[in-house]
């Protein structure tokens, strides 16, 4: 799915009260601005990505979860200060989420070409699409114009960003607060394709789950100590045949009980959404224009734009 350059797309912003805010993001609203911007961006991430290939599933994961927390709004790159505890020591980002320097070296080189123009929020959405794209994904058009938060929230990321202990059912819902859809959920959650994940976090399923191929368990048993607090930092992949190119090999795992975390396995355990990921392991087309529809769709939450919120000059602290 591609966006046409230049068209208006009007989205919705949840305020405070519940109520609806109209918001405008363009896919050419840097055009005359900051018409360079796709290149400089485009530079700075295939940079990152030809020193760690890693790197480009944290920048994406760095927009994820900035997204479920208040919206695309930039506030997870915030550095705490004192009188604001940020999201970055939140328990699912503390010595987890990674990636800002690069973020920090993208916007020092948009304001050197377009000082106080371009968002954090807006080159944070860009980067996770490049990092995709640069890794073997498909390519789309991002809508811009958010802003960006002048504070974080600690607390809601505590809350709003799913726990690799989910369930089906539970993941289902907190996609749903979000507007996405299940299909929506099982394509978004295709980004775990690429990157690698704490032996703290998939501990119990290697262990306990009883979906699971009992040989991919032995062989991540092997890197990932039983006794809780030991090896908790220790690596493994989320994809483990093409854990560096963003494909469809994600699902082709699920399908054979070889998912990672919990969360990811329980996408394929006889249940609702067993025909999706079939259907994304079997055909990588239909997974990519998922994967686009719901990056699009996701990018969407609680923009702010307009008057609300400021353009940093420094993403890690407010102006």
Not at 138 to 149: E, F, M, Q, Y
Not at 154 to 164: I, K, V, W
Not at 303 to 309: A, H, K
């Amino acid at each position: 799915m591609r966006l046409l350059k230049g068209r208006n797309i009007g989205c919705t912003r949840m305020l405070g009260n519940g109520a609806i805010a109209n918001a405008q993001l363009s896919t050419g609203f840097y055009s005359r601005s900051c018409p360079h911007l796709p290149h400089i961006v485009k530079s700075q991430v295939h940079s990152a990505l030809s020193r760690e290939a890693r790197m480009g599933a944290s920048i994406l994961r760095l927009f994820f979860h900035d997204c479920f927390v208040n919206g695309c709004e930039a506030s997870l790159l915030l550095d705490d200060t004192p009188t604001m505890i940020g999201e970055k020591t939140a328990a699912p980002n503390n010595n987890s989420v990674r990636g800002f320097e690069v973020i920090d070296s993208i916007k020092s080189a948009v304001e050197r070409a377009c000082p106080r123009v371009v968002s954090c929020a807006d080159i944070l959405a860009i980067a996770a699409k490049d990092s995709v794209h640069l890794l073997g994904g498909p390519n789309w058009d991002v809508k811009l114009g958010r802003r960006d938060a002048r504070t974080a929230s600690f607390t809601a990321a505590n809350t709003n960003l799913p726990p690799p202990s989910f369930n089906l059912t539970q993941l289902i819902h907190r996609f749903q607060q979000f507007n996405l859809s299940p299909r929506d959920m099982v394509a978004l959650s295709g980004a775990h394709t690429i990157g690698q994940a704490q032996c703290v976090n998939f501990r119990n399923h290697i262990y306990n789950g009883t979906n699971i191929d009992p040989s991919f368990a032995a062989i991540r048993q092997s890197n990932c100590p039983r006794p809780s607090g030991s090896g908790d930092a220790n690596l493994a992949p989320l994809d483990l045949q093409t854990p560096n190119r963003f494909d469809n090999a994600y699902y082709q795992n699920l399908v054979q009980k070889k998912g990672l975390l919990n969360s990811d396995q329980v996408l394929f355990n006889n249940d609702s959404t067993d025909s999706i990921v079939a259907g994304y392991a079997a055909n990588p087309s239909s997974f990519n224009s998922d994967f686009v529809a719901a990056m699009i769709k996701m990018g969407d939450i609680s923009p702010l734009t307009g008057s609300n919120g400021e353009i940093r000059i420094n993403c890690r602290r407010v102006n």
